[in-house]
């Protein structure tokens, strides 16, 4: 019988909590391998999110690497 509890008895309501617990942890490592997986799956870019090399740091670390720059039409 309900008890005017909807149903629920002392163990439905644990029931319950531990389902949104594990829902919750399912979204979380659904949300950890995609962005994963969006890097190459190295975990970070190569450069931070928002942040461009300028056009002379782009020279110089072809520079240093020993890329010539294209030639000037």
Known sequence: MMNG???MDGGGWLVVLL???VVAAV???VVFLVRGLGTGGTG???LQAGAQES???VLKRRYAAG???P???
Request: aromatic share 4%; proline share 10%; charged share 15%.
């Open 55 to 57: 056009p002379q740091d």
């Open 67 to 69: 890329v010539e720059p």
């Open 44 to 46: 970070a870019g190569t």
């Open 27 to 29: 979204i979380v490592g």
């Open 19 to 21: 389902s949104i617990v």
């Open 71 to 73: 030639a000037l039409k």
């Open 5 to 7: 509890w909807g149903g």
